[in-house]
């Protein structure tokens, strides 16, 4: 048996205080959290604080979700505020069983989360990073730094990115492992909880342009246009994302070649969020928006994450009256990713993957 001290000052467990706050009130508080003693044995850990009455002892493991736990994980989302989308939990969770990691008392309350994903069919693809919270009343015990270290293990030496949030950049850069910051551009979190119009954007499809709903058949061309954009392949990922539950696809086709297509999903607050959006052409990548807010009449708000650096995509936003809520940073281990964020309208998600 090893015996740990987590000391108040360590960068992750202020980064669980932070990142479950949503960033820029908790740093206030990062003094009064208390000097943790943390057994640790095998996959199990005991947590006693020096103050009992403020944390309570508990036994907790570390272990992969399962789709078991997702209305829990949503619940956690939920009461953050947060437009997660459950059914892209169930996606990652099969397409890396054990990129999502939480901890989970010996109640089987789910205490906290982190995950660190694989995107791609083959090596070639990349690790993306987030869904990182502690429960309030466990902050600052050392189960967020457990959780971080073994999501940290899982991608070994592979290139990993993630988004931080306001607050945590330098932190992360500095002092967690993901010291390349991309300088050209950063996310743009966009959400509101008021209804969106689609009659703002234009349904003048560019001659030549095809729009048309998803259909399987429709993939090959939607994984080769994702490839040439991303830079490696994820025809699995495309496959069942287009097939989730309460999800709606637009593709793009011009002379019979795929041009762009993008996908509304029901968030955890029950509001409608578009992403992935990608089209060669900012005319089409509006028809293609209208068509999903279109498609998703009893949406509870609207949420779409862009980057900062596409100015099309972000005068949709504008007049379809959804603000910005938050900027956030994207950091990597090893290399920055290059692609054409003129084509990037939406990300696929926050959380899970990078574009």
Same mark, same amino acid.
């Given at each position: 048996?090893t015996?740990?001290?987590?000391y108040a000052?360590d960068?992750?467990?202020?980064a669980?205080h =932070?990142?479950m706050?949503?960033?820029r009130?908790?740093s206030?508080?990062m003094?009064?959290?208390l000097i943790q003693? #943390? %057994?640790?044995e095998?996959d199990s850990?005991?947590?006693q604080?020096e103050n009992?009455?403020?944390?309570?002892?508990l036994?907790?493991? !570390? $272990?992969?979700?399962?789709?078991?736990?997702?209305?829990?994980?949503?619940?956690?989302?939920?009461?953050m505020?947060?437009?997660d989308?459950?059914?892209v939990?169930q996606? *990652?969770?099969?397409?890396d069983?054990?990129?999502?990691?939480?901890?989970?008392?010996?109640t089987g309350?789910i205490?906290?989360?982190? @995950?660190?994903v694989?995107? @791609?069919?083959?090596?070639d693809?990349?690790?993306f990073?987030?869904i990182?919270?502690v429960?309030?009343k466990?902050?600052?015990? @050392?189960?967020?730094?457990?959780?971080y270290k073994?999501? *940290?293990?899982? *991608?070994g030496?592979?290139?990993?990115g993630?988004n931080?949030?306001p607050g945590?950049?330098? =932190?992360?850069r500095?002092?967690?492992?993901f010291?390349?910051?991309? %300088?050209?551009w950063?996310?743009?979190?966009?959400q509101?909880?008021?209804y969106?119009s689609?009659?703002?954007?234009?349904?003048f499809?560019?001659q030549g342009?095809? !729009?048309q709903?998803?259909?399987?058949?429709?993939?090959? %061309?939607?994984?080769?246009?994702?490839?040439a954009l #991303?830079?490696?392949?994820?025809?699995l990922l495309l496959?069942m994302?287009?097939?989730?539950?309460?999800s709606?696809? *637009?593709?793009?086709f %011009?002379?019979g070649?795929c041009?762009g297509f993008?996908t509304i999903?029901e968030?955890?607050l029950g509001a409608?969020?578009?992403?992935?959006?990608?089209?060669?052409?900012p005319a089409?990548?509006?028809?293609i928006?209208r068509?999903?807010l279109?498609?998703?009449?009893g949406?509870?708000?609207f949420?779409?994450?862009?980057?900062?650096?596409?100015?099309p995509?972000?005068s949709?936003?504008r007049?379809l009256?959804?603000?910005?809520?938050e900027?956030c940073h994207r950091?990597?281990t090893?290399? $920055?990713? !290059?692609?054409?964020?003129?084509k990037?309208?939406?990300?696929?998600d926050?959380n899970?993957?990078?574009?």
């Amino acid at each position: 048996m090893t015996r740990v001290v987590c000391y108040a000052a360590d960068f992750i467990c202020n980064a669980t205080h =932070i990142m479950m706050r949503e960033s820029r009130v908790a740093s206030r508080n990062m003094s009064s959290i208390l000097i943790q003693t #943390v %057994k640790e044995e095998d996959d199990s850990c005991t947590v006693q604080t020096e103050n009992p009455k403020v944390v309570p002892k508990l036994q907790f493991s !570390i $272990r992969p979700a399962n789709e078991g736990d997702v209305p829990a994980l949503k619940k956690i989302r939920q009461d953050m505020g947060i437009h997660d989308v459950p059914t892209v939990f169930q996606t *990652f969770m099969k397409l890396d069983p054990q990129g999502l990691k939480i901890a989970v008392s010996d109640t089987g309350k789910i205490l906290g989360s982190c @995950g660190c994903v694989f995107n @791609g069919d083959d090596s070639d693809g990349v690790y993306f990073g987030g869904i990182y919270c502690v429960e309030p009343k466990y902050q600052g015990t @050392g189960i967020g730094l457990k959780i971080y270290k073994e999501c *940290f293990e899982h *991608f070994g030496d592979s290139n990993c990115g993630l988004n931080a949030v306001p607050g945590m950049t330098e =932190i992360y850069r500095d002092r967690g492992g993901f010291p390349v910051e991309e %300088k050209e551009w950063v996310c743009l979190k966009n959400q509101t909880s008021s209804y969106v119009s689609p009659d703002v954007l234009s349904n003048f499809v560019p001659q030549g342009v095809d !729009i048309q709903p998803f259909h399987d058949s429709f993939l090959p %061309k939607m994984v080769a246009y994702d490839q040439a954009l #991303v830079g490696f392949r994820r025809s699995l990922l495309l496959s069942m994302s287009c097939n989730e539950m309460n999800s709606k696809t *637009f593709v793009a086709f %011009k002379n019979g070649v795929c041009v762009g297509f993008g996908t509304i999903k029901e968030s955890c607050l029950g509001a409608g969020r578009v992403g992935p959006l990608y089209a060669d052409d900012p005319a089409v990548a509006e028809v293609i928006l209208r068509k999903l807010l279109e498609s998703f009449p009893g949406r509870n708000g609207f949420a779409m994450m862009t980057i900062s650096s596409n100015i099309p995509a972000n005068s949709f936003l504008r007049r379809l009256s959804c603000p910005v809520k938050e900027e956030c940073h994207r950091l990597y281990t090893k290399k $920055r990713m !290059i692609v054409d964020t003129n084509k990037i309208y939406a990300l696929f998600d926050i959380n899970f993957s990078a574009f």
